[in-house]
């Protein structure tokens, strides 16, 4: 063959968890890959019903860079749709089950979504709004566990489909997922990562949190949630069992680490709480836990003491946003640093700046910036929402702005001191709610509290505290400002107290503000 003939090989080759998932169904056909409730699937069963919905799909009309949406609580079936989409070369579009039939239209219309994959109960929520979706009518809205005159049903859809082999070639920098940043009002952004930046999530996270082929990850929070993916991805990347829980609850997790011998897990700091405070705790056999990884929402420095009292040296706690930056303290140094989420990830660089964009030394606080390999590619569609979140170093390249308040240390350790949106603004002092939190953490009498910020003529905004009172327990609101503003500073103290039996959070835990706000108003 004439030199001039030959190609040259991808200098950019992408293999993406649709492949590693292929190449474990031939050198672990039958180790149990997904375990729900008493069902146990293989590799083999699930690469070959990955491969049944991408042909499906590719039937369907669905082409390389088409969205497809997923509305589904944590199952094998989610895992082999995500999967299938992919092998296909779609955009995975996974939508939140905790949203109105309105906002989940307005996120599929917005993602430019071509199909859509519900399951049981959903139907109802998308039914009214199902033919204003244009682009979905064309190809179709199929039903995982049930069948309507609208909704074609998942199980006959994907059985018909051949299990030869497909693969699709796919372009490192090519949109692989979108992910919502939330949808409790209005049309959230959705943030777009590339195969690329999925991959070295991949891969920093096997690294960081200690996958060995010999781990079973648990999963207690929905798939859809980008902090899931923290121990999703490395599971199904390296090969091991992946437990699934679509719904969370204490006992069931404790039962599910010692009949699994579960040794890796990412739970939200309610989650953590929930399981301190079972009364069964202390009788339960947990030593296989190697890597208990929390994030979504700070983790109190009295809950992690408790974790690592209990469990050992076994926590991580994760910093970080879906759009891809972040932090990680480990086990080892977090009785040194209890307060500090880390330090920059793998790849990564963390920066103070302040209001003028301008980067500040170690101790002073401003504004979280972040730049690293897994940052997202943009918000999907929103060409100037990208525009404001990007700050540019010196050198040109373009880091994340996270709209966080925090600071870094000598050892560049993080310390997150808040939102930059909820800070309260009072009598021209910064006031950052998570410092007054901390203080009614430790009030005998209160199970949970949020701070935040009400308008006040005098001095422009007060604090104001929303408490949850432990069982059995009736604090009044006079006795709660009494016993907390002695030891607060006198920009800090509490104006009021409001009671309330829960807060709204969204999927890892971290409370609504903003929602809450507008029930004080």
Same mark, same amino acid.
Not at 279 to 286: G, K, Y
């Given at each position: 063959m004439?030199?001039?003939?030959?190609?040259?090989?991808?200098?950019l080759?992408?293999?993406?968890?649709a492949?590693?998932?292929?190449?474990?169904a031939?050198?672990?056909?039958?180790?149990?890959a997904?375990?729900?409730?008493?069902?146990?699937?293989?590799?083999?069963?699930?690469?070959?019903?990955?491969t049944? &919905?991408?042909?499906?799909?590719?039937?369907?009309?669905?082409?390389?860079? @088409?969205r497809?949406s997923?509305?589904?609580?944590s199952?094998?079936?989610? &895992?082999?749709?995500?999967?299938?989409?992919?092998r296909?070369?779609g955009?995975?579009?996974?939508l939140s089950?905790?949203?109105t039939?309105?906002?989940?239209?307005r996120?599929?219309? @917005?993602?430019?979504?071509?199909?859509?994959?519900?399951?049981?109960?959903?139907?109802?929520?998308?039914?009214?709004?199902?033919?204003?979706?244009?682009?979905?009518?064309?190809?179709?809205?199929?039903?995982?566990?049930?069948?309507?005159?609208?909704?074609?049903?998942?199980q006959? #859809?994907?059985?018909?489909q051949?299990?030869?082999?497909?693969?699709?070639k796919?372009?490192?920098?090519?949109?692989?997922?979108?992910?919502?940043?939330?949808?409790?009002?209005g049309?959230?952004?959705?943030?777009v990562?590339?195969h690329?930046s999925? /991959?070295?999530?991949?891969?920093?996270t096997s690294?960081?949190?200690?996958?060995?082929?010999?781990?079973?990850?648990?999963?207690?929070?929905?798939?859809?949630?980008?902090?899931? #993916?923290?121990?999703?991805?490395?599971?199904?990347t390296?090969?091991?069992?992946?437990?699934?829980?679509?719904?969370?609850?204490?006992?069931?997790?404790?039962?599910?680490?010692e009949?699994?011998?579960?040794?890796?897990?990412?739970?939200v700091?309610?989650?953590?709480q929930?399981?301190?405070?079972s009364?069964?705790?202390?009788?339960?056999? &947990?030593r296989?836990?190697?890597?208990?990884v929390?994030?979504?929402?700070?983790?109190?420095?009295?809950?992690?003491?408790?974790?690592?009292?209990?469990?050992?040296?076994?926590?991580?706690?994760?910093?970080?946003?879906?759009?891809?930056?972040?932090?990680?303290? $480990?086990?080892?140094?977090?009785p040194?640093?209890?307060?500090?989420?880390?330090?920059a990830?793998?790849?990564?660089?963390?920066r103070?700046?302040d209001?003028?964009?301008?980067?500040?030394? $170690?101790?002073?606080?401003?504004?979280?910036?972040?730049?690293?390999?897994g940052?997202?590619?943009?918000?999907?569609?929103?060409?100037?929402?990208?525009?404001?979140?990007?700050?540019? @170093?010196?050198h040109?390249?373009?880091?994340?702005?996270t709209?966080d308040?925090?600071?870094?240390?000598e050892?560049g350790?993080?310390?997150?001191?808040?939102?930059?949106?909820?800070?309260?603004? $009072?009598?021209?002092?910064?006031?950052f709610?998570?410092?007054?939190?901390?203080?009614?953490?430790?009030?005998?009498?209160?199970?949970?509290?949020?701070?935040?910020?009400?308008?006040?003529e005098?001095?422009?905004?007060?604090?104001?505290?929303?408490?949850?009172?432990?069982?059995?327990?009736?604090?009044?609101?006079?006795?709660?400002?009494? #016993?907390? /503003?002695?030891?607060?500073a006198?920009?800090?103290?509490l104006?009021?107290?409001?009671?309330?039996?829960?807060?709204?959070?969204?999927a890892?835990?971290?409370?609504?503000?903003?929602?809450?706000?507008?029930t004080?108003?």
């Open positions: 004439a030199i001039a003939e030959v190609r040259a090989f991808d200098t080759p992408c293999c993406t968890i492949d590693a998932v292929a190449n474990h031939k050198s672990r056909p039958s180790h149990a997904l375990i729900l409730n008493h069902r146990r699937v293989t590799w083999s069963e699930l690469d070959a019903n990955a049944r &919905v991408a042909r499906g799909l590719v039937a369907s009309g669905v082409k390389p860079g @088409d497809v997923i509305l589904l609580p199952s094998i079936e989610f &895992v082999e749709i995500l999967l299938g989409i992919q296909a070369g955009v995975i579009v996974p089950t905790l949203v039939g309105e906002g989940l239209a996120m599929i219309d @917005d993602s430019d979504s071509v199909m859509v994959f519900a399951g049981t109960g959903f139907e109802k929520l998308l039914d009214p709004f199902c033919g204003q979706l244009h682009q979905v009518l064309s190809k179709g809205f199929i039903g995982v566990g049930f069948e309507t005159a609208e909704w074609i049903g998942y006959g #859809w994907r059985d018909c051949s299990t030869s082999s497909l693969r699709t796919v372009d490192l920098q090519a949109p692989c997922i979108i992910m919502y940043s939330s949808g409790t009002t049309t959230p952004k959705g943030i990562h590339t690329y999925r /991959n070295q999530f991949a891969a920093f690294a960081l949190f200690r996958f060995t082929t010999d781990a079973t990850a648990i999963v207690s929070t929905p798939l859809y949630s980008n902090g899931t #993916w923290l121990t999703f991805l490395p599971a199904i390296n090969g091991v069992p992946l437990v699934l829980m679509p719904k969370f609850s204490p006992e069931e997790f404790l039962d599910l680490v009949h699994e011998r579960c040794t890796h897990t990412f739970l700091p309610t989650q953590f929930a399981i301190l405070a009364p069964t705790l202390a009788n339960r056999d &947990v296989s836990l190697r890597s208990m929390s994030a979504g929402a700070p983790l109190r420095e009295e809950t992690k003491t408790a974790v690592m009292q209990r469990f050992g040296p076994v926590l991580f706690e994760l910093y970080g946003l879906t759009e891809g930056v972040g932090t990680s303290i $480990s086990p080892e140094e977090m040194a640093k209890l307060g500090s989420v880390g330090r990830l793998f790849g990564s660089e963390i103070i700046i209001e003028q964009g301008k980067e500040l030394p $170690s101790g002073q606080a401003g504004e979280i910036v972040g730049y690293g390999t940052l997202m590619r943009g918000y999907h569609n929103r060409p100037e929402q990208t525009a404001e979140a990007i700050w540019l @170093d010196d040109g390249r373009t880091h994340l702005r709209g308040i925090g600071k870094l240390d050892d350790f993080l310390y997150i001191l808040d939102r930059k949106k909820d800070m309260i603004l $009072s009598g021209g002092f910064n006031v709610p998570s410092d007054i939190e901390a203080v009614l953490a430790r009030h005998p009498a209160i199970a949970d509290v949020t701070v935040i910020g009400m308008p006040d005098k001095w422009g905004e007060r604090a104001v505290a929303v408490v949850t009172p432990k069982p059995g327990q009736t604090p009044g609101s006079a006795d709660i400002i009494e #016993w907390s /503003n002695p030891q607060l006198k920009h800090q103290r104006a009021a107290v409001h009671f309330r039996e829960s807060f709204p959070r969204n890892l835990g971290k409370v609504l503000k903003r929602e809450l706000r507008a004080l108003s």
